[in-house]
């Protein structure tokens, strides 16, 4: 039960923190985050299609997911600091891949991924 709350409450204030302040200071540059960057990327959506303000935000949901679940886990686990640390780190990189993983193939389904037909219709009108 402590474990929960602990989780919850490293949620609430990692969403807090990362809503509040560093995606109000990364949006103004309008820039976005890296890690939109990096789905958008990986998954080919269209930058038209998408809103970046709504990725943005559910990545903030993500990442404090990500956050609160590895503190959890690391607070419950009754190892040396260096086992903690150890699995702290497989434990992120982990649900980085998986969660973003996820979140991309949502997106697709959403339908903003690039139509790749009409990307060679227009190659083809190019090169004629």
């Not at 809103?51 to 990545?59: D, R, Y």
């Not at 702290?88 to 790749?116: H, M």
Request: charged residues 25%; proline residues 1%; aromatic residues 12%.
């Amino acid at each position: 039960m402590e474990n929960l709350i602990y989780f919850g409450a490293v949620f609430i204030l990692v969403s807090l923190v990362y809503l509040l302040f560093l995606n109000r200071k990364r949006l103004n540059g309008k820039k976005g985050i890296g890690e939109a960057a990096y789905v958008i990327a990986k998954f080919k959506l269209d930058k038209k299609k998408i809103n970046l303000k709504s990725i943005v935000t559910t990545i903030g949901f993500i990442n404090a997911l990500i956050i609160a679940f590895v503190c959890a886990v690391i607070s419950a686990v009754p190892l040396q600091i260096i086992w903690q640390l150890l699995i702290g780190f497989v434990l992120i990189f982990g649900l980085i891949y998986s969660l973003y993983e996820i979140y991309g193939r949502i997106l697709v389904k959403k339908g903003w991924q690039i139509d790749e037909k009409k990307n060679e219709k227009t190659k083809k009108k190019i090169k004629k």
